[in-house]
């Protein structure tokens, strides 16, 4: 009579004939780890990657939308709520009809005034073009306009510093339900900010000296940079 067999050859027996080990698609473990699913220490490591990526962005928008103390903004003067740019035929100078819409794509510096423009008048023109061209480059992603609020004639004589600006007439109605002027004060009195979704957003009283024209100019800087994200020059 034989001798049974000892156990651990019975094991090694039992071990090589597991058909999970003859399988040609078995995988040694390294290769398995591989295919593991994300471990929560993974998933974390990636949101860290995609929000330090998304910081420049999220900073600009903050300092645009949300760093407003006081509302105010050094120089200039928040409006909030912001007031949009509404639904109207403008006028050129030369005739013709215009949507105000057409001014959407560029960050415009706005001025108000009527067409006989006065000395007075002229000087906040004539500081509407230095601040714009205090931008340096950036004030090709800045339109100077001058809305027109009555049906006076413009001297002639004024086209000259209008080259490059827009100029068009709107009706002095609507421009009171459109813009926003201080208690006590007139439209005419300030260079309103619009930026290039047509929100007007800012004012800027319209005469103002070296000094206030430097903050006026950072003040512009500051909407110019955080929006450099989304904004390029030109329409």
Known sequence: MSNPPDAPQVQAAATLADPMDLMV????RGEAAAFAPPTVAGRWKMLAIVLVC???VIAAYFAYYVVRPLGRAGFGELIDPVRAMPQHQATALQGGVTPLAALKGQWLLLAVAGGACP?????RLYLQRQLRGMLGKDQERVDAVWLVSDQASVDPGLRAGL?????LRVDQATLDNWLVAAPGHALADYLFVIDPLGNTMMRF???FDGPGAARARRDLDRLLRASASWDQPGR
């Open 54 to 56: 998304s910081l420049p």
């Open 163 to 167: 080259q490059d600006a827009t100029v």
């Open 205 to 207: 009283p319209a005469v």
């Open 25 to 28: 698609h078995s995988l040694p």
């Open 119 to 123: 000395q007075e008048c002229q000087r």
